[in-house]
């Protein structure tokens, strides 16, 4: 009876282990103390697979107690990373191009999404805009140096305006709802979730637009100090990533619920406009194109006779090409 | 489970197995095939997709009609394949959706920006020109996007086929591992468990045979070995029912021995013990109820040496003992003795007894009472100890206690006892809680910091410094800031020392209330100070004269203004020591001395006067002589002066730059204008009035606005504004001034404010007209070169990308075909194929370093850079290549420059990449860097002891695609030096070689302080 006793412990000791063992194979860094992080996101629907990522708790997987501080924009949340506040952002290709042309100290570890129905321009019908060559002359609220107002120029372009013919009021989205009914601005250039709101808020009063023309990317940037300092923690936020990117990808409903909750977006709202969003980690020369092709744009807008920096200097391969080699299509990014 | 339903399990246990693996292995087969078949559709897309991104950078070049139907044409083949495929993993399916979405947007902006080229020639214009830009951006970007997706496409597949492959191997070793693990596990325990349990029934029964009858086998299995062990143990259970035990009675025995034993030692030790305590043991029996006296008593032989007796000499009752207890305690003792058997509890006494000597001693008694079936006490037993020293002891403390209480108490100062260990308070006087306003347990309770003014200086970290040093034998005295339980804080001085009190090693603080004293010391103090301070500080000199004009008192300005010392000045007249000539050295009699004119007169007198050094110096003063009252009554004068020399020169030197001024304005060669804060003129030279054509009067009609280029003046405005509101100093612009003939000059004019009662704006007219028609020139001289550039950089840049993309398509062709054929057909086959895929290595390696050469100029922007740190760099990328080779690195230390590090280290790259790859053969390769500084900069040298260069390719070697030896010598792309040479240009440097053949060379480069 003794030895039998005697087996079934070790039985049970044995299992023990066995269960350590895999737990610790599942995570290598169980046994240490997580890397404590801050990521500044804003609530655009882009961010999805860092929301799916802390909500599935695939970030602790990878060793990292990351915390989301949550931002209006992506301008927003690079200026808290560039605070020291936060040691991620992630900020549309316009604000990245900013940062290029102003040479700030950042670095692009991957895009997140794409998008071409992204951002609309919702007009007020009192203002006599019916389409989108009437708002010539007027008067449109966007936030400047941001998507939205690259969008605008490409838009009104695309409608035989020139940026010259219209006068831009710089708004930030939280200020847009009070601006149009107060007329202050005939319309405004926003994005989602505001532009969802805003639409919703006016209702008939308003009138939305959009088209295809600008591609946005959606990208994480980090200090490049970072990359020479800490290049293991970019790779663990990015495996962690694209395990969300996994997860959505197979559960696609479940992370909607968990972006609407994330983002603020309604979940209706949301599961309409998922579908145009483009998701996937990957760093490629289509970023190096559309960088260029918007600092053409800030050249002539912001930066008279200023020369169009190296962009390669602001994008970092190595973190992704150790998660997903393929993913990455760039292969001389520079050290700036 | 029964014997014969294992061997059964273990045969057909590895059947089921081996049919399980075959199971396995074939849908394996079937998951790598259709990865395989996903991989050649991926491969496929890939290569569509590169013939589509050549046709449309081809298209955006040329926009030919036959580049837009093959545009199309290969699309169309594309959407197809991208339309087919169907993979089943969702990462797959997404990836392939995407690229789905973006070929569909890229026909459509493809269709549009075809609709736009129809537009062109209809005068459209500029905005149509952005617009094609912006669609040519899209166009290519979600062509990358697609490239770099059907890219990863591949990869994804193929790492899926691998991973295939790996699992099916993978699933195969662990089921077969599996079936040998099952196997072993199912017949070695059961063989084992048989031939245990055999073994365990044979040696039971044997022992059992010999006689033990309680030993049991006690297999509980459910098998046929089980039931044979149950029947054993049944029947031996049976037999030792019949048997008895006989060992008990001896052991019993034994241990009653022991312990009669042990009691003796113990009582021998308890009646010594008993001796050294003065302890004694009796016990009484309660056999007389009538005449309790003559209840036999025992006593131990201590009892008897404590009453006076020897040990058995007397004959002991309850009489005898109450005849010895003290007269005056005996109803005391026989009231204790009632109330203990009245309530059943111990007898407990304290008590005097009389000896037979008749000396007095004190004894303290306790016993036990033992009450007999019907209630009554039986016994009663006791012990009695004598106490007589302890008592007289604490007589004597308690006499010396109230007598120290009386003295302390009585004293006027406060007295403080304290913990010499921890300083904590162990006693106050009465005068201290009067002091304090505490009670006496508060005052315990509280610490030293509690009972001083809280600031510094009087912390409990001070007191216990204090405390420390009295402890360690040093009295201290000193005074203290305290602090009442009202919160009144008040000066103490405070005594110090250590003191033994009650044999306690004590510290004795003796407070003495000085607050009144402190006060009236400090108020007295305050104002002298502040006095002294007043006329001690004074900017001014002071003196007090009296009435005959003797110096009375003197501040050390007054002296130190004259030269003297306080001292030397007391006493003295004024007029025979600083006050006694006139400026011109005319004598200065006191008659006509306005000083003393205020207590002659009774008034103030103030004024400029000439005051006379030590060293016969004079300086100028501006005083003050005010009479001075006592009891209303003048008794002098206070006279108060200030030096102004100072003032007197500044008041000369304006004067005379007002002339030098008036003159430069009117001679200089360049202009000089005056304006009103309206900008009209108030006067404007003569250099001003050639330079526009007007009189002086003709331009005080005018305004600078009238004068100025429209164009501008909206530039010069804001800066205008900003001078006038204070936020700019001064301002230079660079603007055009219409003339009286209304030509145009360029004129740089800097401007600033003169902020006089009446402020007015001056400013600088030089003429740059004929400079900047120079400037103008190169500006667009140097825009054409520059434009030139960026386009040959674009080209440069464009193709690299291009070349890149079908280049990437022949080496995964060449890769795959290498990895399919190599070894399967015949040897030229494979040397066909390694010429391949060396072709596209060295293509690959062309074309990076093409890249890095057109991107030179979009570097990173300049910064300070660590040459040494730039160096380091350059050595680790060549580590491999440097070992190789068993080269010899080294360097001087190097400087800091400005530059663009990552390009700097590119250069030392190359050169010592360069110095190692031609080195001389046989010979350990050497390799020095060093700089030096050299006319605005540094010089950098890279030298070592290789092959050499022949003087004459001195140039050329630095032109891009130049080589000196064949790629079988050496190989390289011949672009390295072409590259260093543009990174040091771009620094504003040069590089250039000294080298002869065999005898090594120096690459050196320059690169300057600052940047051009």
Known sequence: ?336 | MRIDTKLQVNIFLPIAITLLILLILASAMAGRAEADRNNAAALSLLSEMTQLNQRTYYYLLYHEERARREWFSIYDALAALAGRLDLSDPEQAAVVERIRRNLGEMRSIFAERIVGEGQAGRGSGQLLKERQDRLSSQLLIRARSVTGDAYHLYELSASKLRRADAKANTLILLLLLASVLVTLSTLFPMNRKLSSSISRLAAGASLIGKGNLDHRIGISTDDEIGELSAAFDRMTASLKATTVSRDELAAEVTRRKRVEEALRSSEAILKQAGQMARLGAWHIEFVNELDPDRNPLHWSDEVYRIFGYEPGGVTVTNALFFGHVHPDERALVRSAVAEAIAKRVPYSVEHRIVRTDGSERFVLEHAEIFFGPEGRPARMIGAVQDITERKRAEQAVRISEESYRAVFNSSNDAIFIHDIETGRILDVNDTTLRLYGYTRDEIRSVNVERLSEPVSGFTQQAALEALRKAAAGEPQIFEWLARNKAGRTFWVEVSLKRATLGGNDRLLAVVHDIDERKRNDEAFRRVSQQNELILEHAGEGIFGLDLKGMVTFVNARAAHLLGYHRGELMGTHSHTTWHYRHADGSAYPPADCPIYAAYKEGAVRSGEEIFWRKDGTSFPVDFTSRPLYVSGRITGAVVIYRDITERKRAETELRESEERFRVMYEQAAIGIEMLDLGGRYLSGNGALGALLGYSEEELQQLTFASVTDPDDLARELPLIRELLEGRLPSYSIEKRYRTRTGAAVWVRVTSSLARTSRPYRISIIEDITERKRGEQELTRLVGELERSNKELEQFAYVASHDLQEPLRMVASYVQLFERKYKGSLDDKADKYIFFAVDGVKRMQKLIDGLLAYSRVSRGASFGPVDMNRAFGQALANLMIAVREAGAVVTRDELPRVTGDETQLAQVFQNLIGNAVKFRKRGETPRVHVSARRADGGWLFSVADNGIGIDPQYAQRIFQIFQRLHSREEYPGTGIGLSLCKRIVERHGGDIWVESEPGRGATFTFSIPERMP
Not at chain 1, 110 to 117: D, P
Not at chain 1, 280 to 296: K, N, T
């Open chain 1, 1 to 336: 009876m003794l030895k039998r006793r005697r087996i079934i412990v070790l039985a049970i000791l044995a299992a023990l282990a066995i269960g350590l063992a895999a737990v610790q194979l599942r995570h290598p860094d169980g046994g240490q103390e997580r890397r404590a992080l801050a990521i500044a996101v804003s609530f655009d629907p882009s961010s999805a697979p860092i929301f799916v990522a802390d909500a599935k708790g695939f970030f602790r997987d990878e060793g990292i107690n990351a915390s989301l501080l949550m931002h209006m924009t992506g301008k927003a949340a690079l200026g808290t990373m560039l605070k020291g506040k936060a040691q991620f952002a992630t900020i549309a290709d316009t604000v990245l191009m900013f940062a290029g042309m102003d040479g700030l100290p950042i670095r692009c570890v991957t895009v997140i999404a794409e998008s071409t129905r992204h951002h609309r321009v919702i007009a007020l019908r009192s203002s006599g805009i019916v389409r989108g060559e009437d708002l010539r002359g007027k008067r449109i609220g966007v936030p400047a140096r941001t998507t939205g107002e690259f969008f605008l120029y490409t838009f009104l372009l695309f409608r035989g305006i020139r940026f010259s013919e219209v006068t831009l009021v710089d708004l930030q989205p939280e200020q847009m709802l009070a601006a149009l009914e107060q007329g202050r601005v005939d319309a405004v250039a926003a994005w989602n979730p505001t532009a969802g709101r805003l639409t919703q808020a006016l209702t008939a009063r308003a009138i939305e637009f959009s088209d295809e023309n600008y591609l946005m990317s959606w990208n994480l940037v980090v200090p490049g100090a970072l990359t020479t300092a800490d290049p293991a923690v970019i790779r663990k936020v990015l495996a962690a990533m694209r395990k969300a990117q996994r997860f959505m990808e197979q559960q696609p409903e479940a992370a909607v619920s968990i972006t609407s909750r994330y983002s603020g977006t309604e979940p209706d709202l949301l599961r309409r406009e998922w579908q145009s969003y483009r998701f996937g980690l990957r760093l490629g020369e289509s970023l190096l194109i559309d960088l260029e092709d918007q600092a053409r744009w800030a050249v002539k807008f912001y930066y008279p006779r200023r020369a169009i920096p190296d962009f390669t200097c602001y994008l970092y391969g190595d973190g992704l090409r150790a998660v997903d080699p393929s993913a990455v299509g760039i292969r001389d990014e520079r050290v700036p």
